[in-house]
């Protein structure tokens, strides 16, 4: 089983830019996809991106595309989530998530889920 803790959200203004972290232990990220996905207040789940095991491919939602990067270091078994020009409409608890299936992710499937990291962006 592996364990993911998010770190890194925080208030920040919009246009700026914020980097979130997923640390996993337990057992080597590099055997998993990692998603990420988020939950704004009083709204549902929603899924953001998602990276593949070694990294090769990518995928995100159409409201992140081309501000949003994911990336991964399996040597410190951490994946990134870059989120540039944020908007109020961004804030959310962001939550990541790993799973052996990266096709998943895009029905929002995965099997193991940090506790989330809230970030908040004012206008």
């Known amino acids: 089983q592996v364990h993911l803790a998010e770190s890194g959200g925080g208030w920040v203004q919009a246009g700026t830019s914020l980097r979130l972290s997923c640390v996993a232990s337990?057992?080597?990220?590099?055997?998993?996809?990692v998603g990420w996905f988020r939950q704004a207040p009083g709204k549902e789940r929603e899924r953001v991106g998602a990276?593949?095991?070694?990294?090769?491919?990518?995928w995100y939602a159409e409201s992140v595309k081309d501000r949003f990067t994911i990336s991964r270091d399996n040597a410190k078994n951490t994946v990134y989530l870059l989120m540039n020009a944020l908007k109020p409409e961004d804030t959310a608890v962001y939550y990541c998530?790993?799973?052996?299936?990266?096709?998943?992710?895009?029905?929002?499937?995965?099997?193991?889920w940090g506790q989330g990291t809230l970030v908040t962006v004012s206008s």
């Open positions: 998530a790993a799973n052996d299936d990266f096709t998943a992710f895009r029905v929002g499937l995965a099997n193991y």
């Open positions: 337990g057992r080597t990220l590099s055997r998993y996809a």
């Open positions: 990276i593949s095991r070694t990294g090769g491919s990518t």
